[in-house]
């Protein structure tokens, strides 16, 4: 199992928790907790590979995302209350599964040879579509429309990939860089509550 692989796994275990967690504060019943864990942690990538023309998409192909992410979202909903402690933890796993999804969706748009609009929108809707699909779904404003520094640090990350690309870096030096610039600057963000300017009312 690789590197990719197992960061992989644990991003759409921590998309699948913030889905769930979403649901079970709008109250929901368990089958709309387990719908909001499973399209938080592959709605991204489904989205990305059905746009791309890669069908099945990739849950479909490797069914292993989608155990773990209705496991994390059944484990959530009975055990939520035992579970609290690890709301604030979820941050820094939510963090890195951000990048690794960023590099995975740029990866792939870049070995489908779009260009280099295309593979940044590539990567960052595999990281973030999912949460759009929760929030919508909960009744939320999507977090990315709100004031946090997350799309941003998505689009970041994924920029400096296809560059690096250009440039000619390896694929695993390019991909490294990215996911670590996507994780820290997420998780500055959540340290120093950055946000981004709004319009004067």
């Known amino acids: 199992m690789s590197l990719l692989y197992t960061l992989d796994l644990i991003g759409t275990a921590a998309f699948a928790a913030s889905g769930a967690w979403a649901g079970i504060?709008?109250?929901?019943?368990?089958?709309?907790?387990?719908?909001?864990?499973v399209v938080t942690a592959t709605g991204?990538?489904?989205?990305?590979d059905i746009l791309l023309g890669d069908v099945p998409p990739f849950?479909?192909?490797?069914?292993?995302?989608?155990?773990?992410?209705?496991?994390?979202?059944?484990?959530?909903?009975?055990?939520h209350r035992r579970l609290e402690f690890l709301q604030h933890p979820l941050q820094y796993f939510d963090a890195v599964g951000l990048g690794t999804f960023v590099v995975i969706g740029t990866g792939k748009a870049l070995a489908f040879e779009m260009g280099f609009i295309?593979?940044?929108?590539?990567?960052v809707?595999?990281?973030?579509?999912?949460?759009?699909?929760?929030?919508?779904?909960?009744?939320?404003?999507?977090?990315?429309?709100?004031?946090?520094?997350?799309?941003?640090?998505c689009i970041a990350g994924a920029l400096l990939m296809v560059v690096l690309h250009?440039?000619?870096?390896?694929?695993?030096?390019?991909?490294?860089?990215a996911a670590l610039v996507v994780i820290a600057v997420r998780l500055l963000a959540v340290r120093y509550n950055w946000a981004l300017p709004r319009a004067e009312q």
């Open 118 to 123: 295309g593979a940044v929108v590539m990567g």
């Open 59 to 79: 849950s479909f192909k490797d069914e292993t995302y989608l155990y773990l992410s209705f496991a994390v979202a059944l484990v959530v909903f009975f055990c």
């Open 25 to 37: 504060r709008r109250r929901m019943d368990l089958l709309g907790v387990l719908v909001l864990g």
């Open 166 to 177: 250009r440039l000619g870096v390896d694929h695993p030096v390019a991909a490294l860089a």
């Open 125 to 153: 809707m595999t990281a973030t579509a999912g949460g759009v699909i929760r929030d919508v779904l909960s009744n939320q404003v999507p977090l990315i429309l709100r004031k946090e520094v997350y799309a941003s640090a």
């Open 44 to 48: 991204g990538g489904t989205l990305r």
